[in-house]
């Protein structure tokens, strides 16, 4: 079974401009969540889809962040435009859904990430 | 979710018994304990997961005592290769949903 694939797994940009990341979740999986990790900060959660609809996005930073699934397959999340402060880790995971019962933090599947520069 | 304490870091040599202890004092009585655990330039991994006693697979255990306010992932006889961060998440069957992570435990094993 082919894992969670993210790309590119590195992106240098200037400030102002456009990045788009994209992620690839284990396919049967409905759900897919985006998180990010600046230097020396913690994990965030940035946002959840469920299939292609948002269920929870919560965690994104701001308007210059904006995530889509169209068709609920993979998913892109695009940052326009880009800010020195965006720069750190994305990461994208899948799980898949199993409806009510399914104990907190099992069946999770993360990427290898994105590492994003913004000079 | 309950939250949870666990040291920032830790060092440990080759071929040693590593333990790491996780603090969760007002974890519910449905609440699971998990483990994550990443490498660098990786995303997490689940490693173990229990709710109650000990758990244990081919990568890690999991003690869990009877009032389930701590737990400790034990892993045997560490390698290089398991240097890498260590998250204790703790929380309730979860309807699909996110996972947040703390600070987590950085391991770093020594030659």
């Known amino acids: 079974e082919a894992g969670v694939t993210q790309f590119p797994s590195h992106s240098v940009i200037e400030k102002g401009q456009t990045v788009t990341l994209r992620c690839d979740p284990i396919?049967?999986?409905?759900?897919l969540y985006w998180y990010r990790r600046v230097m020396g900060k913690e994990i965030k959660f940035l946002l959840h889809?469920?299939?292609?609809?948002?269920?929870?996005e919560s965690g994104m930073p701001n308007n210059r962040f904006l995530a889509e699934r169209t068709g609920g397959t993979y998913s892109t999340l695009k940052v326009q435009p880009a800010e020195l402060e965006d720069s750190g880790v994305y990461f994208c995971?899948?799980?898949?859904?199993?409806?009510?019962?399914?104990?907190?933090?099992?069946?999770?599947?993360f990427g290898s990430g994105t590492r994003l520069t913004v000079v | 979710l309950a939250k949870t304490t666990q040291p920032i870091s830790m060092d440990s040599y080759e071929g040693q018994e590593v333990n790491i202890t996780c603090s969760h004092n007002?974890?519910?009585?449905?609440?699971?304990i998990t483990w994550y655990q990443q490498f660098p330039s990786q995303g997490p991994r689940f490693i173990i997961q229990?709710?109650?006693t000990k758990v244990t697979n081919e990568v890690a255990s999991l003690f869990i005592p009877a009032d389930r306010k701590s737990s400790t992932l034990s892993l045997p006889r560490v390698s290089l290769s398991d240097t890498a961060v260590y998250y204790c998440?703790?929380?309730?069957?979860?309807?699909?949903?996110?996972?947040?992570f703390g600070k987590g435990t950085r391991l770093h094993i020594l030659p």
């Open positions: 995971a899948s799980s898949q859904a199993v409806g009510a019962r399914q104990p907190y933090g099992y069946g999770y599947t």
């Open positions: 396919s049967g999986h409905d759900n």
């Open positions: 889809f469920v299939k292609e609809s948002k269920q929870d």
């Open positions: 007002n974890i519910a009585t449905n609440d699971y």
């Open positions: 229990g709710y109650k």
């Open positions: 998440l703790v929380g309730d069957i979860n309807r699909d949903d996110k996972i947040i």
